[in-house]
């Protein structure tokens, strides 16, 4: 029986200029449930995800999420039902509770204190550091602070593109746990780009595999080790040598 999906891609292509970069899409990320998404650099992956909460639009096809074409969505109200974490963590010069509320002030809205206390503690970060400047933070704090913010919104999908490719081993280990208890807390869905395939195996329930703007295979993670196409098997081995 197939999962209700919380994003389905049917036959979606995308063009940069002349370059296509994604090809015939059709896939979906089951509602509930992590899947990371893996591939080779300029595989699309970043592309796609920009897709599930309307950054970009595609050229052919049909995006629905939660059921809804995405054209049909108003933006803001998608982008905080599918929010989105980056690598950099980007950060405004000011406190942390500044960068915080950011998304809300920018729409002439407040946040409370008490929600902003609880969710900065639910990341592992003590309730002082809402008063601490930005540019004081650890890359791993960093990560925290902007899984926060985006959970502050309260989104139903969390979209997380390589979000621990520039930490420590220290830190990585931290965000891979507060993803994981985000899950189990709140059973979010997840759509985690990540280019460490043992990550990929040992957080996500599904995989999707991308090379060079297609979905070669989707499926339970542990298609990694178990693939019987040749390209994902040739992927897997040239990430691991």
Known sequence: MEREAAIEFTDVSMKRGE??????????????KITTL???SGAGK?????????????????????????????????RTRASMALQSAPMISGTV?????????????????????????????DSDYLQRDSRDLSGGQRQK??????LLMEPEILLLDEI?????RVSRQEVEELIAHI????????????????????????????????????????LLNESTDAAVQQFVRGTNS
């Open 145 to 150: 602070v902007s899984i926060a913010r985006t």
């Open 183 to 222: 899950h189990k807390t709140f059973g979010t869905t997840i759509i985690w780009i990540t280019h460490n395939l043992e990550q990929a195996e040992r957080i996500g329930h599904y995989t999707w595999v991308m090379i060079d703007g297609q979905l070669i295979e989707q499926g339970e993670s542990s």
């Open 46 to 78: 970043s592309t796609l995800l920009k897709l599930c909460n309307g950054l970009l639009s595609p050229n052919t096809g049909e995006i629905l999420v939660l059921g809804k074409n995405v054209e049909e969505w108003e933006p803001v109200e998608l």
């Open 97 to 125: 509770e500044e960068n915080l509320t950011l998304p809300y002030a920018l729409q002439g809205a407040e946040v409370d204190v008490e929600k902003m206390r609880k969710v900065i503690q639910e990341v592992g970060l």
């Open 164 to 168: 621990t490719s520039a930490l420590d």
């Open 38 to 40: 893996v591939g080779p």
């Open 19 to 32: 370059q296509e970069v994604l090809k015939g899409i059709t896939g979906y990320f089951p509602k509930g």
